[in-house]
């Protein structure tokens, strides 16, 4: 495409900007922003997405925005060994989880889950007898369960559907509201779809019994009845002796009782998690949220995972996290990356998928710690945060890898002396 002229008139307010196709969005954006040709022709390159595909996943599509897949090796849960494909734009993440697998493969990572139990929430307000209206909403039970079971008949072939009922009564700013949790098994699904129209197919029924008004229907992200579980030993000979083991333990000490380190150290889990739980097309935010709130379940934020040393001196790990991710809906059954995604790490359930990324969460922490624990983060990061500066300063080719090792030698990695490592390696 031609540079597009500048608007003269830059406004936000495009009619029928959702009615147009994915190049003419782009012209008008282009436009609007400037835009050269080059970063034109990036935007509109869909890759295996393909413009058409992207315009049905969500609104005003102009491009798709590529991240790295990298492979975890090394890695074995329950028993079995597993290549582990992970999205994410941060360098060393990968590193971190096939060292971690690596120092521990012989007896890999142990992993359960709790179940697949996803819970959606009915808020009614305005209740005049909300501890009479819980009773009687507790009451309806199987026929709440007829209501949300006829609600996905699928669902209830694949052996899933309602289990169980939850009434609080919860008080708020707002005066007295009657919280009702539908709790449901959504199988291989992320299940958002069906117990939201569970909730939502619910909500007269209970605006009538409790006779108060409905006003939000839509599950929690807080997927405790969903949690995916890991635990791993560490052997003290193999991960560099007794002061490294103590280091890592001192480091989880520190998370645990400080929310301003637990915040940096769950972060470092999520490297891990979200890589994977986006290279498989599952809702990264979800996941995110779930596992912040389930550190604040105490009422203080602290760690995701914990190290002990065991009997035999070992480190030993563990971690505890709602995993509410699936194999089918949302973006992981038509995104053909995911899919193939999915079809490395050779899952068949949701549960399993879950269990893997539970182990990676740990790996991956587990190697932030050491790290930090011993010679720092930064010289892991140093090799590949090398070669991104240098690309940075306008390096090409093999000039990337030159002046990344010019740059890791003399131990500064900065832009400007990037520039003159790269002016350096072109004279000669
Ligand atoms: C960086 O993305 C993640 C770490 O900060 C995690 C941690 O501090 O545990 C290294």
């Not at 102009?62 to 329950?78: E, F, L, R």
């Not at 280091?247 to 890589?275: C, L, Q, W």
């Not at 490395?344 to 790996?363: D, F, H, M, P």
């Amino acid at each position: 495409m031609d540079h597009v002229a500048p608007l003269a008139n830059r406004s936000s307010r495009i009619g029928g900007f959702h009615k147009k196709s994915p190049q003419e969005r782009l012209d008008l954006v282009a436009a609007f922003a400037d835009l050269t040709p080059e970063a034109v022709a990036k935007l509109s390159d869909f890759g295996n997405l393909g413009a058409d595909l992207a315009d049905r996943m969500i609104e005003n599509v102009v491009g798709t925005m590529n991240v790295p897949i990298g492979i975890a090796t090394n890695v074995k849960v329950d028993g079995e060994d597993v290549l582990v494909p992970m999205a994410t734009e941060e360098s060393s993440v990968v590193a971190a989880v096939c060292n971690a697998a690596r120092q521990n493969y012989e007896a890999g990572f142990t992993t359960s889950v709790s179940g697949n139990l996803m819970i959606a929430q009915v808020q009614a307000v305005e209740v005049r007898d909300p501890h009479a209206a819980r009773i009687r909403i507790l009451e309806r039970r199987e026929e709440i369960r007829a209501l949300c079971d006829g609600c996905d008949p699928v669902l209830v072939r694949f052996g899933g559907g309602f289990r169980d009922l939850e009434v609080r009564v919860l008080d708020t700013l707002g005066g007295p509201m009657v919280i009702t949790h539908l709790i449901v098994d959504t199988r291989d699904a992320m299940g958002a779809n069906a117990v939201n129209t569970m909730a939502e197919t619910l909500a007269p029924h209970i605006a009538a019994w409790s006779g108060g008004r409905v006003y939000l229907r839509i599950l929690s992200n807080l997927a405790d009845r969903r949690l995916a579980r890991a635990h791993a030993t560490w052997r003290v000979e193999e991960i560099g002796g007794e002061g490294v083991r103590d280091g890592i333990v001192s480091a989880y000490h520190f998370a645990e009782a400080d929310p301003y380190r637990a915040a940096t150290h769950n972060k470092g889990i999520m490297n891990g998690i979200s890589a994977v739980v986006l290279a498989t097309g599952n809702d990264t935010r979800a996941i995110e949220a779930g596992a912040h709130a389930y550190a604040s379940r105490s009422g203080r934020y602290t760690s995701l995972t914990r190290y002990e040393v065991d009997a035999d001196g070992h480190l030993s790990g563990s971690i505890e996290l709602p995993l509410a991710v699936g194999l089918i809906g949302g973006a992981t059954k038509i995104h053909p990356t995911a899919q193939a995604c999915l079809k490395i790490l050779g899952v068949t359930s949701a549960e399993r998928l879950a269990r893997i990324i539970a182990a990676v969460g740990l790996a991956q922490n587990f190697s932030a710690l050491k790290a930090l624990a011993t010679t720092g983060i930064q010289k892991g990061h140093m090799a590949l945060h090398a070669q991104n500066i240098a690309m940075m300063a306008g390096a090409v080719g093999e000039e990337i890898e030159r002046v990344a090792r010019i740059l890791v030698e003399r131990g500064s990695v900065r832009t400007d002396l990037a520039q003159s490592a790269l002016e350096e390696i072109r004279r000669a």
